[in-house]
């Protein structure tokens, strides 16, 4: 009976796991960096939730963090791209279907998510980077569904 005590209680630990592995979070700074250089879910996951914290004390209009996803062929045109786009946007071109995802642009002590499918995405060759002026070269990582 202890036993069977105990392998429920376990099970019951077992279930905020298996959820949050779908769930990321992903922290930026004053320093232009990122806290992780590589995301990844498992193939399982048939929707993500990213969500960035920006620790840093700065502004936005200063220090401005966002997640963006896309192919790492498209990635630095994209960033490139985006500084065209303006802050108004995001620094991102609007309604570009090489944007896979992507968070607000904020600013020091703020959050945002962003919840996105990943049909297709499985296998393929994924970057994550901030598309605030300058932040792209430095502020990147893999992302990996598999």
């Not at 499918?117 to 002026?133: N, R, W």
Request: charged share 15%; aromatic share 8%.
């Amino acid at each position: 009976m202890k036993k069977a005590i105990t392998l429920l209680f376990l099970s019951t630990l077992a279930a905020p796991v298996l959820a949050d592995e779908c769930a990321l979070v992903i922290e930026g700074n004053d320093a232009m960096q990122y806290n992780l250089k590589e995301m990844s879910v498992p193939a399982t996951c048939k929707e993500v939730t990213v969500t960035l914290n920006h620790t840093g004390k700065l502004p936005v209009t200063a220090m401005g963090h966002n997640w963006v996803l896309a192919s790492t062929a498209d990635y630095q045109t994209v960033a490139t791209a985006g500084m065209s786009a303006g802050a108004e946007n995001g620094y991102l071109p609007k309604d570009d279907p090489r944007v896979l995802a992507h968070t607000k642009l904020i600013g020091g002590g703020e959050s945002s998510s962003v919840t996105f499918k990943t049909d297709g995405l499985a296998g393929k060759d994924l970057t994550f980077f901030c598309s605030f002026p300058g932040h792209f070269a430095m502020m990147k990582g893999a992302f990996k569904v598999n």
